[in-house]
């Protein structure tokens, strides 16, 4: 669903992803791991087009990502996206968050809107907050609303970009409960992030980044028991020790 | 003090009124036009192309590297001859109002449209990436996610700047538009008592201004 071929991008002479080559298969989970500064998250916002890559390819759905005459704005509607930091609209309500896409973009009424944005609030256990401004919500809370307005496009893939980094350590779970339910029912989702047992759980492959390079592209078993490159084990001997 | 005469003001006050008015349809105009002319080259501003860029960075220099005054008589000498060229009017059609409005909104918008950048910017990048994230259009991103999160944090501001707009008004005359202080100038000069008149204005000017700007300093409290 996802190719993406020696995809290399600069930032001025600074080169921050180097020949990144992979595959996301419809219904695969993906988690990009690495330490900061590693490209995982530039790598994930290239899949949308968020960040222009200037070499290699990027295909979804057979349309291609960096070619000028593809409607990004079209493509990027069929690409869930939840950020680090959330990234609600704090000015409008929760369910304005939901709707205000599904009616600007999709084209929907503002009924079915409605009727879709409950729906999704009550799978992420928060229906009693649609009136409630962003600001209001816990933290926790917010993710699992940002998580739910990008289900509202009806998205063909998930891509997370460290979703429970800015979180408080008490509301991981939550958010991370919510993120297992959708792999679980066949979602294809790509996640950059630490959680390394959520990748354990329902990751069908690791892909483990260093400066701007895919090191490792494995099944999760491979990975965790067997990693070859010795970045990787350093990676995963600091990060699993306690 | 015993030698002030104040009895010419209670007389004059419809005239001084229609002055009044002259000054509130100036300011009105000119915030509104303003704001929308100033958003317009604010985006101008942060556009990625550089003539747009150029244009806007130009424009704002121009009109805030000129006096005012100067600002209003071009337009008063301008209009009419814009006038006569677009709508076949005489050359001796009173313009006045109509120059003066333009004058102070083209030279307002200068100011407003750096206030409007600010707030814009003041916005976070994550907030046009979520934007776009939902397949939002660059116009859409800014008309639904941008302008009204900028605008919520700039309404201090630019209320402020329409405050200073309302004082400014005063200078149209030099282009003899009696607005309200031009009023209280002519009823002066008519009575002889040219300073009763202009303190009562200046009194009036500030209590305006100075219970609007407490609003403004409630509002922004509320907002915080």
């Known amino acids: ?242 | 003090m015993s030698d002030f005469d104040w009895s010419s003001i209670p007389g004059a006050l419809p005239y001084l009124w229609i002055g009044m008015k002259t000054t509130l349809q100036i300011t009105a105009v000119a915030v509104v036009a303003g704001i929308v002319w100033g958003t317009l080259l604010a985006m101008l501003r942060l556009s990625t192309l550089p003539a747009l860029s150029w244009f806007a960075v130009s424009y704002v220099n121009l009109f805030r590297s000129v006096p005012l005054v100067m600002v209003l008589l071009w337009f008063f000498l301008l209009v009419p001859q814009l006038l006569q060229a677009a709508f076949g009017l005489s050359a001796t059609t009173d313009v006045r109002l109509v120059s003066a409005m333009v004058g102070f909104s083209l030279f307002e918008s200068a100011y407003y449209s750096e206030i409007i950048r600010a707030g814009i910017q003041s916005v976070s990048s994550g907030q046009v990436a979520a934007a776009y994230a939902l397949g939002m259009t660059y116009r859409q991103t800014m008309r639904l996610v941008i302008l009204p999160q900028a605008f919520r944090n700039m309404v201090p501001l630019l209320l402020t700047q329409g405050i200073i707009l309302f004082q400014d008004t005063s200078l149209v005359y030099v282009i003899a538009l009696p607005d309200f202080f031009g009023a209280a100038y002519n009823v002066g000069n008519r009575d002889g008592r040219l300073t009763e008149l202009l303190l009562f204005a200046g009194a009036v000017y500030f209590a305006i201004c100075y219970s609007a700007s407490m609003l403004v300093r409630r509002f922004q409290k509320r907002i915080s």
């Open chain 1, 1 to 242: 669903m996802i190719s993406i071929k020696h995809v290399s991008k600069f930032y001025g002479s600074f080169q921050v992803l180097s020949d990144c080559s992979t595959e996301v298969r419809k219904g695969e989970v993906i988690v990009v791991c690495g330490p900061s500064g590693s490209g995982k998250s530039t790598l994930i916002k290239c899949v949308n087009g968020l960040e222009p890559f200037q070499q290699g390819e990027i295909v979804v759905d057979s349309v291609s990502v960096g070619d000028p005459e593809t409607n990004l704005n079209k493509l990027r509607a069929r690409l869930g996206m939840v950020f680090q930091n959330f990234e609600l609209f704090p000015h409008m309500r929760v369910m304005e968050n939901l709707v205000i896409a599904q009616i600007k973009v999709l084209g929907r009424s503002r009924d079915d809107a409605v009727h879709k944005g409950m729906a999704l609030l009550d799978r992420v256990g928060l229906r009693a907050q649609a009136e409630k401004f962003p600001g209001q919500l816990s933290g926790g809370q917010q993710q699992r609303v940002a998580i739910a307005r990008a289900l509202a496009m009806d998205p063909i893939c998930m891509l997370f970009d460290e979703p429970t980094s800015a979180l408080d350590p008490e509301m991981i779970n939550e958010v991370l409960d919510v993120m297992v339910e959708l792999a679980q029912e066949g979602m294809t989702m790509m996640v950059v992030t630490h959680e390394m047992g959520f990748a354990r759980n329902v990751a069908d492959r690791v892909i483990f980044m260093d400066l701007g390079r895919i090191v490792e592209d494995d099944k999760k078993e491979e990975f965790f028991d067997t990693p070859r490159s010795e970045r990787a084990q350093q990676f995963l001997a600091k990060i699993l020790s306690h």
